[in-house]
Structures are given as C-alpha cells and as structure tokens.
C-alpha cells in the first residue's frame, strides 16, 4: 500500500471513529473533607520520608487522608474548615528521644528548687515537639506526669520514659556522695540484676536505660560485660529495649556483645573506627547523637550562647535559667582554658563520629538531651537538627531522624509521619525546611491530636496552665506535682508526695523535718527522714548522713570538705561533717557525751546542737581562748 493510500485509511478510521478531533478532558477535582475535618491545602507536605505538593486532610485525632499532585491536579473541599498553607511546609510534629524533664538547661550545679515540668512541657509544644522521650528523671515524677497525659488530664506531648537508670554505684549520673533515690538504681554485679526489675517493672519503662561511662578526664566505675549482658537479658524476658549511654568505642562495643544496639548518644570521647561503625550497620543499630550537648557547652563556656540577648528566649525558657547562664560566678569553674579545649575536643569528636556512623549506614534518629547546660527543651532539637546537617546528613535525611525513624525508635509507626491513619500530630511552618533549616523556628500552627494549639498562650509569661482536669484532695503519702493538690492541711513536699503542710519543725512529727517554700501557698511541708545514723555514717554510694531537725536525719549529698574546710557551693560536706551555713565552713560531728564517735580534734570542743537537732549531737568548734 502506498504512503498515500495509508494515510487516508487512518484517516478516514479516525473520523469514523472519532468524528472531529476534541481537546483531551481535564482531570476530574479530587474531593476531599468531612464535615468537622481540618484540610491543609496549597502547601508542601515532608510526611516523614518525602516532600512534595499535597493537601492533609484532619478528622478528629487522625490524619484521614492525603493527596499529592501536582499544580495542575484540581483538590476540591467539600466540607471542613480549608487552611490555607501555600508557602508553608506541613510535617509531622518533631519527636525528641532524649529528653530530661526536671533539669533546668542552667550551668553545672545550678537548681533554684522548682520542677520546672510544666515550663520544659509548653516549650516543647511551641517549638513543635508532640513526642519525647525522658531518658532519666525521678521515676515517682516521671511516671505520675505519663499517667496523667494517657488519661487526657494533660496538655502535653506523648510522653514516653524510663524512669531510673541502671549504673553502677559511684557512677555517672549518681557520683559517690550522692544520696541513693529514685534516680538511679544500682548494679554491682549480674547478682543485682533481677532486684532491679523488680524495682523498675511496676512502673511499665518504655525503656530501660544502663549507662556505660569510664568518666574521661577522671576515673568512674563501670559496668561490667557479665552485668550488661543479664540486664539485656532480663529485658528481653520483660518484652522492654535497652538504650546505652555510652561515650566511647569500647562501650559501644561491650553493648553490641551483650546485644543492646540503641544507643542515647555517639560517643564523643574517642574516635568510633570504620570498621566499628561497619559492625554497628551490621547489628542494625541506631544511634541518637545528641550532638547539641556539647555544641550547647561549647557555646556556654565560650560566651557564644547568643539566644540569651534574644528577648523572645523568655517565652520558652525560665527566667531563673537565663539569669542563671549569664551569671559569671556559676560560669567560672566552665570557662578555664583546659575546659575549653576539653568542650572543643568532645564536640569534635561527636561530629567525626557520626559522620563515620553515617556513611557506614547506621540509621541515625534525633535527642538533644534537652536540660543540660545551654540545651533548652523544644528549642535545641531544632538545633540538633541543622547539627545533623552540619555532620553530613542531606535535609531531608535530619527531618526523617526527627520525625519517623524516632517514631520507629519508640515502636510507634502511627507517629512520626503524614499518611492516613497516623496521629493527627502536625507542624505547620513558613517556608522549606528543606531548603533553609531556619525555617523550623517560623511556627505557623501546630495540631497536637488534631486539635490546634494556642501557641502564644503558652509562652511562659502568660502562665496558661496545661491542666486539663485539675487534681485536689490528694491524701498523704500520695504523688503530687503541686501544693494544691494536696488536701487541706497538707503540702507538695521534696520527695513530691503530699504530707502535712508546715511553717515550724514543731509543725511536723519527730523524725520529719519541715522545708520552707517561698513560692507555696501552705509555707512548707513536713519530709520524713530515712533514720541514717550520724556516727556511723552508714549512708549507701558515699552519701553523707545530715541531720535536719526535730530528731530527722537523712542521707545527703556528700562534698569534699571534712572539718574546718569550705563547705561545697552545694552546701555539702565529706561523710561525718556538716556544713555551717553562717561561716560556710564544714564542722565535724561529735557527741555531746562523748560516747560515739570520735572526739573533737585538737584545739576544737564539741558545741551541743542537741536543742536544734532534736536528738543527741553535735558540731566541732574552735574551742575559745581563755
């Protein structure tokens, strides 16, 4: 057939098809909405592993659904309230993995007496953090706060915890002297093992946390392999994952050993080989960096700390914090030249480290550790963030860490993303993260169980309580976070539990002591001691026996002053002396009788305290010259 002839035959079978030629359709809109839902349209959506044109749409705590497209694909609302988001970015609300609840973020031994939950909870929510995981905080706290926001009585990010650490005694972060509580649990041996969780699992840890620390710059008992591999053990028996602080190679390696392959921080005291980070990859191990650490130090010893001149900082941090980190004083024994380059050399070392991790192929999720110096809740995971980045890690590969493989972290695949089904938990920011990590600090909205935030009602000046059901009327002995919620006559006291409620050591029963509260509306409340004998010093860890009054003594921190020495900025003493508040100068204990313990040193004569005290003792004093 001729090229002519062809020609008209397709012709002539697409006009007896076809008839005359006719534009191709339009796409069709695509519906979306619900009467009630919340539809997120025009912008661009992160969901937790890509970025693209979509619109989200909300129902109740839900994400109901989500359409991506391009411009030219038409969505049409048909019922719900339509946000418009063009020129913002929707992502999953950020999720940090090592958080400490109760710690201040001011310098090394600062503590101004106050909980300072309720602050660290709205800081996080106005920066976007709709999850976190507390990796070591007092356990009765800790564990009263996730009660209360699974019940609905909170506002406030999922919470996720473990309560006590396990460490050896003497170890970090409960040194010799410290008192033992509810902080750390003990493990000197395997032996020690199954009283631990008996201790921990009534509480229900999402996690259980053992620290592997040698101490760097000076010498801290350590874990031993046998002990690490029965806790792994026993954790596996329990259904619970281990998470490691571990801070150099060797301790990475003695985990992976035992089993354990999460791990609370890259080790930033040596260097991680290739062929260790291989072995990491290998184990399927996951790594929370927690780079801002010692970013946060570096900055707070070297002045650069700039977010203190920024006036909006007191919308997220306490005002006692800040004043506290611009106070050269507490600052001093930080900004010596040696600590300097300690700080630089750690900071270093963390971002090396990760570097190796990553381009081994160790999935990286986001901490900040939020609570240590210069590391303020919400604000620093923005800035671990850009620090991923910093190390070698693309954009979207940090928002992942932050978002669903933290989630993946904490066995939770309905956080951490954008996709039907998930928690409605939703960050809407000005601008492309990906394009200017910056732009994480330009909060637009933010959804928490689908329901939209009132972020500056809850910047700390406007004291909005997070308090949805108000407690009251607890009875003594029971858990409390406030004064108020004690019954009357009683008080929130330091162990956190309500007890009577007190202005005087007369107020309380022998063996109580009663501690003053400037901010509480019942004055002070009544502590019962723990009957430690101040002779003979019979405190656990090294801690110091102290007496309180009103015949109550209880183990106390210990410092390294004995008689006639300067007391610690603390206030404490070595095991057997007290602290003189008036002198700030260490007093050895003595018996009035000299019946217990050791006499006075020479020069010295034992003053009776008797009348203070409540019970037979007394202090050591220069004895007067005649």
Wanted: proline share 6%.
């Amino acid at each position: 057939m001729g090229r002519l002839a062809l020609c008209i035959v397709v012709a002539s079978t697409w006009l007896a098809g076809c008839g005359v030629a006719e534009s191709p359709e339009a796409p069709s809109a695509t519906e979306v909405g619900c009467a009630g839902c919340i539809v997120l349209k025009g912008g661009t959506v992160f969901d937790g592993t890509r970025a693209a044109r979509a619109t989200v749409v909300i129902e109740g705590e839900r994400v109901r659904q989500v359409v991506f497209g391009d411009a030219e694909l038409g969505v049409e609302a048909m019922g719900g309230e339509v946000v418009d988001v063009a020129g913002k970015t929707v992502l999953p609300g950020l999720i940090d993995l090592h958080v400490h609840s109760l710690s201040g973020a001011g310098p090394y031994g600062y503590y101004d007496g106050d909980l300072h939950l309720e602050d660290h909870t709205k800081a996080m929510l106005r920066a976007g953090v709709t999850s976190y995981l507390d990796l070591g905080s007092s356990q009765r706290v800790i564990f009263e706060q996730r009660a209360r926001i699974n019940a609905g009585d909170l506002l406030a990010p999922q919470l996720f915890a473990v309560g006590p650490l396990l460490t050896p005694s003497g170890g970090h972060p409960c040194y010799h002297g410290n008192p033992p509580g509810d902080f750390c649990v003990f493990i000197d041996s395997p032996a020690d093992v199954d009283g631990a969780f008996e201790t921990l699992l009534p509480n229900a840890p999402d996690f259980i946390k053992i620290v592997l620390e040698s101490g760097g710059s000076r010498s801290l008992p350590h874990l031993s392999p046998p002990s690490v591999a029965a806790i792994h053990q026993a954790a596996v028996s329990a259904g619970v994952r281990v998470i490691a602080h571990a801070t150099g190679a060797a301790d990475i390696e003695m985990a992976l050993d035992a089993g354990v392959t999460l791990f609370a921080h890259v080790p930033d005291e040596d260097r991680i080989s290739p062929e260790l980070a291989q072995r990491m990859a290998a184990a399927g191990a996951v790594v929370v960096p927690t780079l801002v650490v010692q970013d946060g130090l570096y900055r707070t010893v070297n002045g650069a700390l700039t977010e203190l001149d920024d006036p909006a900082l007191a919308d997220d941090v306490p005002a006692s914090v800040i004043a506290a980190l611009r106070d050269p004083s507490l600052l001093e024994e930080v900004r010596t030249e040696r600590f300097r380059e300690q700080v630089k050399a750690w900071r270093e070392q963390g971002i090396a480290n990760l570097k190796t991790c990553y381009q081994a192929g160790v999935t990286i999720a986001a901490g900040s550790d939020a609570g240590n110096p210069g590391v303020f809740h919400g604000l620093s995971l923005r800035r671990e963030v850009a620090l991923l980045v910093e190390a070698g890690m693309p954009p979207l590969e940090a928002l992942a860490a932050a978002t669903r493989r933290a989630a993946d972290v904490l066995g939770r695949p309905d956080l951490g993303r954008i996709e039907q089904g998930a928690l409605a938990d939703v960050l809407v920011v000005d601008g492309d993260p990906l394009a200017d990590l910056r732009a994480l600090e330009r909060v637009s909205r933010i959804y928490k169980s689908g329901a939209l935030l009132d972020r500056e009602a809850l910047a700390l000046p406007r004291k909005t309580s997070l308090t949805r059901e108000p407690r009251t009327g607890a009875r003594p002995g029971e858990t409390c976070l406030a004064a108020s919620e004690c019954a009357p006559a009683q008080s929130c006291n330091q162990a956190q539990v309500c007890a009577a409620a007190c202005n005087a050591p007369s107020d309380c029963a022998p063996g109580s002591a009663c501690f003053l509260d400037g901010s509480s509306f019942t004055g002070g409340a009544c502590t019962d001691g723990d009957g430690c004998d101040l002779f003979a010093q019979d405190c656990e860890n090294g801690a110091a026996c102290v007496f309180w009054g009103n015949a109550s003594t209880s183990c106390w921190y210990a410092g390294a002053g004995s008689d006639g020495q300067p007391c610690d900025a603390s206030y404490a003493c070595a095991p057997g002396s007290v602290c003189d508040g008036a002198s700030t100068t260490c007093r050895a204990l003595c018996d009035p009788r000299g019946e217990r313990g050791e006499p006075c040193p020479d020069g010295e004569r034992c003053v009776d305290q008797t009348a203070i005290a409540g019970l037979r003792v007394g202090t050591c004093a220069p004895a007067e010259r005649r």
